[in-house]
């Protein structure tokens, strides 16, 4: 079984953030500047081991793959961003393409959203800074011919022979059963590709007849039976509750897909999650999270992930540096390596290492 994360590949500066927010932006810059909420609330999260790093730096890069290595983590899935024929955050899996290293295998997930401002002034916000387009078939060729050389690359995750590909948002695409046919036909060289779609948005169920090969599925650990008071519930919808939304963290995996999903079903499993430093009072923190509660996503996780057939069995964790979501596997200040060891001991115990 491939047990696989998410790699956020923000943390060094771009003309775009600098332009966008302030000279030398990255993810740090909101994560350092979160505040306490409500009472109890857990901020900042603060990293420990790899301090607040530079993913320019190669030899940061080497630690993050053999502290991943050591935990059970088999390859990193690293967002990748094109809009429209525009790259942004690319720096960093360049130059891990460019020079081998580290030696972890990796594939790539289309990060396929336009990209808004999420916090500020009331007005600032939902503001559009650079717009998802799909012009057509010329920028699928162009898109395609930037990541050959990934493809190729002999540390590329593959699954029957083809290189695995994920697109974030798969029901944006203007027409999605188009788009497969399109990309299947550009990978021919590598005998197709393995395209996964990520079922982030609730309104796209049609993987399968639009011919991708497997989904990416798993809903946040959010503890629907838990009681909340029904006043808070209705001043959180109606948005005069002063603070952001909070509910808590599940025992055991809740990300079960509906049956009606059908095909091979990849599950995430999200360790924690507070989105606050991104967007303040208007986030989202699911609270009580630990890596005793993490732990307990992790065996239904995987008995859903043995379901799938022998080849295409992968788990995925959402995810390994999402700092500014308080969602990574990351040593912090307040567990250590609690997340860690939650995943390694629950691999152990699976027969998984």
Known sequence: MEVLAYYLPQYHP????????????????????????????????????????????????????????????????????WLGGRRLLERPFAEVLASGEPDLPFCLAW?????????????ERGQMLLEQTYPGPEDDQAHYNLLRTAFADPRYLRIGGKPVFYVFSPGELPDPAAFVERWQTLAEEFGGLYLVAMLVRSDYANHVADGFDAAA??????????????????????????????????????GVPPATLGGTIMPVVTPNWDNT??????????????????????????????????????????????????????????????WLNALRQSLDDAGLR
């Open 14 to 81: 771009i003309p775009e953030n600098d332009e966008w927010w302030e000279p030398g932006f990255t993810e740090w810059t909101k994560v350092t500047a979160a505040e306490q909420l409500f009472r109890g609330h857990v901020q900042p999260h603060l990293p420990r081991d790899l301090g607040f790093y530079d993913l320019r730096v190669p030899e940061l890069r080497a630690a993050q793959a053999d502290l991943a290595r050591a935990n059970g983590i088999t390859g990193f899935i690293y967002w990748h961003y």
């Open 111 to 123: 990060a396929n959203h336009s990209w808004e401002r999420r916090w500020g002034t009331k007005s």
């Open 217 to 254: 599925y798993g809903r946040l650990p959010i503890d629907e039976h838990a009681f909340v008071p029904r006043a808070r519930r209705l001043l959180q919808r109606r948005g005069i509750l002063r603070g952001p939304e909070r509910h808590p963290y599940a025992e055991g995996f809740p």
């Open 277 to 338: 430093p991104r967007r303040g009072r208007d986030g989202l923190v699911i609270t009580g999270a630990t890596p005793e509660r993490f732990a307990s996503q992790l065996p239904g996780a995987i008995d859903l992930a043995r379901q799938a057939p022998d080849g295409e069995q992968t788990l995925i964790i959402r995810s390994w540096n999402e700092w500014g979501e308080g969602n990574y596997l990351e040593p912090d200040q307040e567990f250590g390596h609690g």
